[in-house]
Every structure is written in structure tokens, then in C-alpha cells.
């Protein structure tokens, strides 16, 4: 199958190796402009397998159509990864709220909002506010011993996003571990630093990280977890799952990968990635130093530009049509989300870091019945930091000293490393 001939080409957005270098933004312009709805090939890359191919959404507008409309473009199908699951690992994979369809979705998504509440998420920010300050006084401290810079990944960020989640579970302290373990083996797969070797199965390929066999041991976790809540019960959301008498067994395990590898990667990859950001623009961070901007859309702008997760699979439902392009019954069609916020048709030069930006409309959380659960804590945990930086780092002192590390991955919009200078002030 390929798609419409243009003289125009259409340029590659699939390959994962490209965004190590960065998020390309020319290439979704050409993509918005030219080719709204675009072909993609699907080679094999990595060890991965090749697959079918897809249609690449590009602008906001169709973006926000596709996140909206489950009856044409569903979760359910084919899940939301964009290389398709193994059909024997496809039934348990439909398990997962991520990747269902109303009304089980809406079931399901009902039953966690009970745990997930805006009460006991603004309950933390007091518990937020102090691992943010303790982690960034520390990483200044020892960049001040040392060579004068600090990893504001390795130092903050990923230390910062991890704890705020198991606090807010009510895992354990000496189990925090495994949840970091767990989260760069499913969300770093395709990035040799973050997964390490692949599994590879009897046929020689790679094992895909959210088979069933891949998360046996995470299941096995949550479940023996389950039963210590139950036991000693605690205001978190694991005891309220574990406690909730609708919640089958193999929906608390589901929830739990849920909850552990996107609420996890959530922050771990929008913090640093606005921090990028703000050493970039100095002014811009001197204003909200000075609190001439608001936090609040600040945070959003900062999300506008570094969305979390770049890509989210669809599959069509039925024959239907696009911008323009026919899309058959069973393709695959994948939103570009960093292309959608920053569509020129909906956001005034959209490379431009504007933290007054208002309306910011941008789908960093998705849209739709899939809108991230999770957003209210996400963006608590990111305002607070966002302020800690603010009083640690004076104005024009958030200054990169090395270019930074990206994930190879199509699907998380990771920095692995964000080293900045330490300044005295």
C-alpha cells in the first residue's frame, strides 16, 4: 500500500533514530503544509520488525478530530503503540484502560478517577515542593564541589518525577527502584541506554516489553502489593484499587502498569524538556523568574512545546476520509502531537516560546475520552519545580553547559541528560 504521489516528497517521521538529534520540526512543516494526512513506510529498524505502514496526522486540527472520534478511530483495534503487538499478545494487551474503547473505556477510566482524585493529588504539593528544593539544592551543592555543573536529569529531574509517583501509589521506599527498572524497559525500548539488550524470542527477534511475559514480574509486584494495602490500608491510590470491590484482578494489574510507566514518563520527559527549554530563552526565564508570567501558562506553554509523548496510534474503525485522503477500514493512523502544537493555523509563530501564550489549545495530554488522567498532578509536580528552579537559578544563571541527550524513541519525547553551569551569585 502506498499513498497519494505528490512532486512534493514526503519526508520520514518514523524513524525513532532521528529524534536522538531532535524533534523534527521542518520535517512537520513539510508535513502540514503539503501532506496532512501522510504515508509513512515502516522499515525495520533496530532489530524491530517492519510493519505495514501508516497515515501520519500532522495538523492540530485533524489531530483533535482523530483523539475525539473512537468510533472511526479506535484504541481498541490495534492499541495505541504504533509497530502492531503480536496477535497472540493482543487480547492482553485490550486490557489496559490506554487501549480501549467507550463504553468499557469509560468503565474503567471511572473506577481510577475514584483513586485519583484532585483532593489527594493537591495533597502533596507540600511533599512536591520539598523533594523539588532538596533535589536541586543538592545538585547545586555538588556541581559547587565539583566542576561546576549538574545533571538536572540524573540530579533531579528523574529522581523528582519517580518519588512524587510511589509517594502518591504508596509504594515503599526500597521498591522505588524497580518502578525507574520498569519504566526505561518499556517506555526506552528502542534507545540501547535506556532498555540495554533486547530479549530476543525463539524466532530471534526482539521481545516486545509489554507482552505478557515481559511484565510478569511487574504484575507479580502489584499484586503482592495489593494484598499489603489491603492489609494496611493508607490514603493512596493503591489501597483505593485494592480496596475497590468492582476492580478485578487483572484490571489492578493493568492499572498498575498504567499508572507506574505513563505516570512516571509523564514528568520524567516534560520537566526536563522544559528546562531545555528555558536555558534556551533567557529572557524568557528571567520573566518568570521576576514573576512578570504566570506559572500556570507558563507550564502550559512549556508543554505546548515539549509535549511528553510525541506519537498516539489510532486504527480506523471503518472507510472514512481525512484532510482530503481515504483512509481504508483497519489502517493505521498515528497522531503526531509535537506536529499539532506547533500548527501554524492554530498557534501564532509557533516556535516561538511565548509564556503568556492564552489560548494555548495544545493536546500535550491528548484529547478526547483518552485525555491524560494524570494532568492535574503532572502539571502540580511541573509548576512546583518550574518556581524551585526559579529560586535556586538567578536570571540568565540556567545556562546549558553540554548540548543535550535525547531518547531515540518516536513515541516519548525523552532528554536523558540536561547539564547546566552553576553560577554564585
Known sequence: MSGPTSPVPVPDVFDP?????GVPHDRYRLLRDQHPVAWQEEPEVLGWPAGPGFWAVTRHEDAVRVLKDSSTYSSYLGA???RDPDPADLPFIRRMMLNQDP??????RVLVSRAFTPKRVDRFETVVRERAR?????????ARAGDGTCDLVTQVTDDYALLNLTDLLGVPDT???LLLHWTQ???GYQDPDEAGVPTLGPDGKPVNPRSPAALRDMFDYAHALAVHKRRNPADDVMTALATDPELTAPELEMFFFLLVVAGNDTV?????GGLHLLAEHPEAYARLRNGEVGLATAVDELLRRHPPVLTFRRTAAQDTALAGTRIRTGDKVVVFHASANHDERVFPSPLTLDLTRSPNPHISFGDGPHVCLGAHFARLQLRVLYEEVCGVFPAGGLSLAAPPRRLVSNFINGVKSLRVGVVDV
Do not use: C, F, M, N
Not at 17 to 21: G, K, L, M, P
Not at 103 to 108: E, Q, V
Not at 268 to 272: G, I, Q
Open 17 to 21: 533514530r532521528q529524534y536522538a538529534r
Open 80 to 82: 495505541t503503540q504504533i
Open 103 to 108: 463504553p468499557h473505556h469509560r468503565r474503567l
Open 134 to 142: 532538596s533535589l536541586l539544592t543538592r545538585a547545586v551543592t555538588e
Open 175 to 177: 521498591d522505588r527502584g
Open 185 to 187: 524497559r518499556v517506555i
Open 268 to 272: 520524567r520527559s516534560a520537566a526536563p
